[in-house]
């Protein structure tokens, strides 16, 4: 006999359990955990054991020689992908099971959908889809998804950043006083006085080579008592530009690229994990939305058990002395309690259903105090779904974030290993520079560089060459990012395993909850068509009167029939609501939830930030929905 209005929410339904439901929602992640965690295990020990083992030259050492080439980057990323993508082809995953047909008349079993979809007073009945759109926009949880890509961004505008050209400026101003044996260069002052006067400005810039340039342009005036200077107020102009090009290590136009390439594919993934996870987020979403209908649902069901069996126990009251016998009555009235019992937990369960859904919002207009009650205005959907399994595995290929930023590690950290590996090279620069250099006789500009363009220039050629003379760390950086390469292959490869792993299930689970909700249909159908024949017999007279023991067992077997019908309705709203979710979470597994959704990841300011108009991303309407 049923005893309360617990919520045994299963399968797709069980996350995010509040009340009665935890200790069954726990066990239910355990197992599912376990089970996961073995089936990810067994899938693969399967593929070492049958499919090819990456080859050699797919875990690469960056490029020959001395330099790091990205189009060889390129080819062994796409040698990797391609490897994988050809390992997921002959794989695949199971096809799931065959969709039993549904029941005839399923659609309209459900008579407590007009309940628990309708508003009373103080509730405001809410479509799916507006609720989305409230979280899309005010979920705290997806805002502060949205930072991280922002925050990956200044990578790209750092890496970038390097080539900016730099303006430097100094100006300094030097007396000297100091004593001298040179009698006869100072005309007999026992001490040397010089004044100097400095200014020099320039602009300095680095190179997608390597190579970093200046251009400085230096005046100077020195006054000075050493009577061997004519004229004795001397004045500087100099004229410089100079040129350091890495010729190994820190050499090569690739070199310089590959760190913008891998701020832009770290920049990249982080888009990619925020679409992973503001998918996760809605589709809890729709999960507390789905659950909150099946409280209600379960509400309406014990509401009208307590008031069957209260009309019940009020009838048999009433004939107490005729022919009710006391042991109906105190069953009876047992029975009612019991149900009232089971009411009130049923009513806590959508209050509780109804805070979740909220808290997963955070729109103001639903979570202030006196704002209206949260109503599931949309009903379950019963339309069957069709599992494809090639066109799952081939979406999911594309589209899952997860994997998508699988491949962009990998490519980054080919980047890293030929970065170090060009780092490991000793130094070997070339230095260049070439100035004019001119004079004058006191006056501070003009003169002096009017008189070094006159003139021939002078120059400098050289180079600058240094080795370690063992390992250094260098070569240890150098290790740890090749064997981060190996990592981030194997890395990469159980990030797909686990993919497609979680894509099979969510496959399964959608087979299963429709062939579970026909099966629950028939179920249902079943126990009313016994329960009206049960009813039928006791407002006969056959389990009243002077019977005895037959009436005594008549009543039982109304309660019991009451009992059972309504688990059968509970069970159907909860296969309706299972059902649900789980095409949801189908849609999640294969990657495209967003995009079903209507939204898509949109770039622009956040007017919180004031004037600082401080970047952010968020969800948006995509074109045409």
């Not at 030929?418 to 004079?439: C, R």
């Not at 959608?510 to 009313?528: C, D, F, G, K, V």
Request: aromatic share 6%; hydrophobic share 40%; net charge neutral.
């Amino acid at each position: 006999m049923k005893q309360g209005g617990n919520l045994p929410h299963r399968g797709v339904l069980a996350s995010g359990g509040v009340g009665p439901q935890s200790r069954f929602l726990t066990m239910c992640g355990v197992s599912v955990a376990l089970a996961v965690g073995f089936a990810a295990e067994s899938a693969h020990a399967a593929g070492q054991a049958q499919g090819p083992e990456l080859p050699s030259q797919m875990i690469p050492s960056g490029a020959p020689g001395h330099r790091i080439l990205l189009s060889e980057v390129d080819r062994q990323a796409r040698d990797f992908e391609q490897f994988v993508k050809d390992n997921v082809a002959r794989r695949g995953i199971a096809r799931p099971p065959v969709l039993a047909p549904m029941a005839p008349g399923a659609a309209g079993l459900g008579w407590w959908e007009a309940a628990a979809t309708t508003a009373g007073p103080g509730a405001s009945a809410v479509p799916l889809a507006t609720l989305v759109d409230k979280a899309s926009r005010s979920s705290l949880q997806i805002n502060t998804f949205g930072t991280l890509p922002a925050i990956r961004d200044t990578a790209v505008d750092e890496a970038e950043g390097r080539y900016a050209p730099e303006l430097f400026a100094e100006g300094r101003h030097a007396y000297r006083n100091e004593p001298t044996t040179a009698l006869s260069q100072t005309a007999g002052d026992p001490r040397q006085k010089d004044t100097e006067y400095v200014a020099e400005a320039g602009v300095r810039t680095r190179f997608r080579t390597g190579a970093e340039v200046t251009l400085a342009q230096r005046f100077s005036r020195l006054d000075s008592n050493i009577i061997t200077y004519n004229p004795r107020r001397q004045s500087r102009a100099r004229t410089s530009l100079g040129l350091v090009q890495p010729l190994w290590r820190g050499a090569g136009v690739d070199y310089g690229r590959a760190v913008e390439r891998v701020a832009g594919n770290e920049a990249e993934a982080a888009r990619d994990e925020f679409r992973r996870q503001a998918e996760s987020h809605l589709l809890e979403v729709i999960r507390a939305y789905w659950v909150l209908y099946l409280a209600r649902s379960n509400f309406a069901q014990e509401q009208r058990g307590a008031t069957e069996v209260g009309a019940l126990a009020k009838r048999l009251s009433g004939r107490e002395g005729v022919d009710a016998l006391p042991l109906q009555i105190s069953r009876a009235r047992a029975v009612s309690a019991t149900r009232s019992a089971g009411l009130v937990r049923a009513e806590n369960a959508v209050r509780n259903a109804e805070a979740r859904l909220k808290a997963l919002i955070n729109d103001p207009l639903i979570t202030d105090a006196g704002a209206p009650a949260i109503v599931p205005a949309d009903r379950p959907n019963l339309e069957r779904t069709e599992v494809d399994p090639q066109a799952l595995v081939e979406t999911a290929m594309r589209q899952r974030p997860e994997i998508r930023s699988a491949f962009l590690g990998y490519r980054s950290a080919l980047l890293r290993e030929g970065m170090a590996q060009n780092e490991s090279m000793p130094q070997l620069d070339l230095v260049l520079e070439g100035s004019v250099n001119g004079g004058g006789n006191g006056e501070f500009i003009s003169a002096p560089f009017n008189d070094a363009y006159d003139n021939r220039p002078s120059y400098t050629a050289g180079v600058r060459f240094s080795i370690p003379l063992g390992p250094d760390e260098r070569d240890a950086r150098h290790k740890r990012r090749r064997l981060e390469t190996v990592q981030q292959a194997l890395q990469t490869r159980t990030t797909v395993d686990t993919v497609l792993l979680e894509l099979e299930v969510s496959a399964n689970e959608m087979a299963t909850a429709q062939n579970e909700l026909s099966e629950r249909a028939e179920a249902l159908s079943l126990a009313s068509d016994d329960q009206k024949v049960t009813e039928e017999r006791w407002k006969a007279g056959i389990g009243s009167g002077g019977a005895g023991a037959d009436g005594v067992f008549y009543l039982d077997q109304l309660l019991t029939g009451q009992d059972r019908l309504m688990r059968a309705e509970l069970d159907f709203a909860e296969a309706q609501a299972t059902v649900m979710v789980a095409r949801a979470n189908l849609s999640r597994a294969r990657g495209t939830l967003l995009a079903d959704l209507g939204y898509e990841i949109v770039a622009d300011e956040d007017p919180a930030s004031g004037k600082a108009n401080l970047p952010r991303y968020r969800l948006g309407r995509a074109a045409g929905k």
